[in-house]
T-cell receptor
Framework: NAGVTQTPKFRVLKTGQSMTLLCAQD?????MYWYRQDPGMGLRLIHY???????AKGEVPDGYNVSRLKKQNFLLGLESAAPSQTSVYFC???????????FGDGTRLSIL | GQQVMQIPQYQHVQEGEDFTTYCNSS?????IQWYKQRPGGHPVFLIQ?????EVKKQKRLTFQFGEAKKNSSLHITATQTTDVGTYFC??????????FGPGTRLSVLP
């Protein structure tokens, strides 16, 4: 039982490059979330989804886009990476009660 | 700005001592969640509190939701080195966004 799987685990980008972070869950959860974690800031919600085909903005959505074409997958895209987006990104999922219960191991993203 | 605050930011205790972290909000919360994150790891969901004045226990951990539903606490009795990590509270703010507090980092000296 994998739970929530994030790929890749690490990535280094140059300013202006684009990339997509993939999150997959095998628990049939309706809700999925993308957070970023910076030192001393806790976790901040970027975007979330309440079901297949839906997305919504969180606290810090600027510079990111998401898609939820399949229930089990939630993609986070950076169209033009900036150094301010250097962070650890966590994906989470949960049942239909807006409660992130299961987190992936995170993606460490550095933008030079 | 930060809508859910936690104190203290850091806590160093000797193994066997008790530890408490507090979570405070200026607005009434519908519920509150607690998570633990080990160094280098991911957040792990611990518990959800919903009712005013609710108290829940998990072995050496005691969670409490304030009567006014504006604050919560996590108390660990007789800390062990396995308790090391950062403890986060999180709450639904404004009915939409799930906001995490900045966390309390616990160090346990053997």
């Amino acid at each position: 039982n994998a739970g929530v799987t994030q790929t890749p685990k690490f990535r280094v980008l140059k300013t202006g490059q684009s990339m997509t972070l993939l999150c997959a869950q095998d628990m049939n959860h309706e809700y999925m979330y993308w957070y970023r974690q910076d030192p001393g800031m806790g976790l901040r919600l970027i975007h979330y989804s309440v079901g297949e085909g839906t997305t919504a903005k969180g606290e810090v959505p600027d510079g990111y886009n998401v898609s939820r074409l399949k229930k089990q997958n939630f993609l986070l895209g950076l169209e033009s990476a900036a150094p301010s987006q250097t962070s650890v990104y966590f994906c989470a999922s949960g049942p239909g009660t807006n409660l992130p219960q299961h987190f992936g191991d995170g993606t460490r993203l550095s933008i030079l | 700005g930060q809508q859910v605050m936690q104190i203290p930011q850091y806590q160093h205790v000797q193994e066997g001592e008790d530890f408490t972290t507090y979570c405070n909000s200026s607005t009434t919360l519908s519920n509150i969640q607690w998570y633990k994150q080990r160094p280098g790891g991911h957040p792990v969901f611990l518990i959800q509190l919903v009712k005013s004045g609710e108290v829940k226990k998990q072995k050496r951990l005691t969670f409490q939701f304030g009567e006014a539903k504006k604050n919560s606490s996590l108390h660990i009795t007789a800390t062990q080195t396995t308790d090391v990590g950062t403890y986060f509270c999180a709450a639904l703010v404004g009915g939409q966004n799930f906001v995490f507090g900045p966390g309390t980092r616990l160090s346990v000296l053997p």
